[in-house]
C-alpha cells in the first residue's frame, strides 16, 4: 500500500473519474462509509504519483488507450457490457457492468487492490512502477520503455511462465524468432537495474526466473 503525501488518508486514494454529476454525488455520498479509502473525483485522471487506483467509465477508453499501457496502477473500468472485452485488452484490471450498485464496485475495488499489491510485493518489500521507472523503498531507477512493459507483464502473470514469444508480441509486436536474443538482451539488462534498488543483502536475489526452453517468471 503507497501512503502519498499531503493526503489525509491512511488508506488507498481512489480517483473516481466521472463527467456524470448525477452518478458523482451519488458514490460521494456512500464512499466516506470506507475510512480506508479517499475518493477523488475528477473528470480526468489524476496523476499517478498522488493515486493509488482508478475508475473509469467505458467512454474514456480511447483517450486512455496508452495510458492504461503506460501506468502499472489497477484500473477499475465501469458501464456497458459491450465494452468488456476492449477494457481488458486496454490493461483494464476488473470491469463493472451496467447497472451496478456501490456495494459492488466497493467489493470489485478490494479485489483489484489485493491482486495488484499481491502481484508487486514481496517477503523484504514492494516493487512499483511509476512512469518508467522502478521504485522499492527509497530507491529508484529509469527503465527503458521495453524493460518497463517486460517487467509489468512478468508481474501481472506473476507465478506463471511468460514465453519470449508472449514477450515478443506484446512488446515488439512481432512474431517469435529463435534466433533473435532482443528479449533476453532486455531481461538482462532489466536484471542489473533491480538489483539496483533491492534491499542491502538481497543483492544476489534473483527476482526475474529463467525457465529452460520456456520462457520467464517472477515467482
Known sequence: MRVKAGTESAGYRI??????????EKVKSHA???KDLLFVFSDDPESEEVTDAY????????????YL????????????????????LLGGADFLKDPWTIDELLLRLDKVLKEHNS????????????NDTLCCGQRSVPLSHQEY???????MNRDSVVSRASLLSRI???????Q??????????????IVKVLPDGLKKQQIIKSVRGKGYAII
Not at 473509469?56 to 477508453?61: A, Q, R, Y
Not at 499501457?69 to 481488458?88: D, E, I, N, R, W
Not at 512493459?149 to 508481474?155: A, E, P, R, S
Open 69 to 88: 499501457k503506460k501506468t502499472g496502477l489497477p484500473v477499475l473500468v465501469y458501464g456497458s457490457p459491450l465494452f468488456l472485452k476492449k477494457a481488458f
Open 172 to 178: 515488439w509486436n512481432t512474431l517469435e524468432d529463435r
Open 15 to 24: 480517483n473516481f473519474i466521472s463527467v456524470n454529476r448525477v452518478l458523482t
Open 149 to 155: 512493459l517486460i517487467l509489468k507483464t512478468l508481474l
Open 119 to 130: 502481484r508487486n510485493s514481496f517477503e523484504w518489500g514492494c516493487l512499483e512502477l511509476v
Open 180 to 193: 533473435s536474443r532482443v528479449v533476453d538482451m532486455h531481461v538482462s539488462k532489466l536484471r542489473k537495474k
Open 55 to 66: 475508475i473509469i467509465p467505458v467512454e474514456k477508453l480511447n483517450l486512455l488507450r496508452l
Open 32 to 34: 466516506g462509509r470506507r
